[in-house]
């Protein structure tokens, strides 16, 4: 049905504060993939989901980022003690798996504009 | 490591004429390259891709784009733009399934355009 939700669509919180930004991908799609767009870095790979497992967690900036995503379904990305620098619009795609024939496309939702003041 | 480069930040180009958007990438193998646009206040959206074949390849909206491995590159064209496609275009390269990092799309800095009557 319904394309790829984020959920908030907009967060403003306070340095050092913890914060979670939600997405739920196209109903089937198996991959996930988080990522981050800002104006100093444009667009950052942060991390994909296969399913509920993780095989690429390289793009996550520190450890204060995490990514966890349960029944193959919604996902869930924390920072913990934000940082002003983490402020961006974090975007969210989902694909089925790309098991043959190339590429699938990455359907991107509306993303999360967070602020950290 | 892949990367993408797209020369040009900021393109303007008048209604009716034609548009060329310039991408080099580099990467070890044989690359899946894709096209998106993000329109203001849009998601971004996925305008064509390659992986393997045929060396020009037809999106959606008009668009066209060439892949060529002597110069590693894969420019985006447009006969005949209208008002309606200016907004911001990226270039991205990603890896092979099933490799490790097949769910990483490396973008470029993307490139605005805006087009004037």
């Known amino acids: 049905g319904a394309g790829v939700s984020q959920s908030p669509s907009n967060k403003v919180t306070e340095k050092g504060k913890d914060v979670e930004l939600r997405c739920d991908p196209i109903s089937g799609h198996t991959a996930l993939y988080w990522y981050r767009q800002s104006l100093g870095q444009g667009l950052e790979f942060l991390i994909y989901?296969?399913?509920?497992?993780?095989?690429?967690k390289s793009g996550l900036p520190s450890d204060r980022f995490s990514a966890e995503r349960t029944g193959g379904s919604v996902s869930t990305l924390t920072i913990q003690r934000t940082q002003q620098e983490d402020s961006a619009v974090y975007l969210c795609?989902?694909?089925?798996?790309?098991?043959?024939?190339?590429?699938?496309?990455?359907?991107f939702g509306p993303g999360t504009r967070l602020t950290v003041l | 490591a892949q990367s993408v480069t797209q020369p040009d930040i900021h393109i303007t180009v008048s209604e009716g004429a034609s548009l060329e958007l310039r991408c080099n990438y580099s990467y070890g193998a044989t690359p899946y390259l894709f096209w998106y646009v993000q329109s203001p206040g849009q998601g971004l959206q996925l305008l064509l891709k390659y992986f393997s074949g045929d060396t020009l390849v037809q999106g959606i909206k008009g668009f066209e784009a060439e892949f060529k491995r002597s110069q590693s590159s894969f420019n985006l064209r447009k006969p005949s733009v209208h008002w309606s496609d200016a907004a911001e275009y990226f270039c991205?390269?990603?890896?092979?399934?099933?490799?490790?990092?097949?769910?990483?799309?490396?973008f470029g800095a993307g490139t605005q355009v805006v087009v004037t009557p």
């Open positions: 795609a989902s694909s089925s798996l790309p098991l043959a024939g190339g590429p699938k496309e990455q359907f």
């Open positions: 989901f296969q399913g509920n497992s993780a095989p690429d």
């Open positions: 991205a390269v990603g890896a092979k399934y099933p490799t490790d990092s097949w769910g990483k799309l490396q």
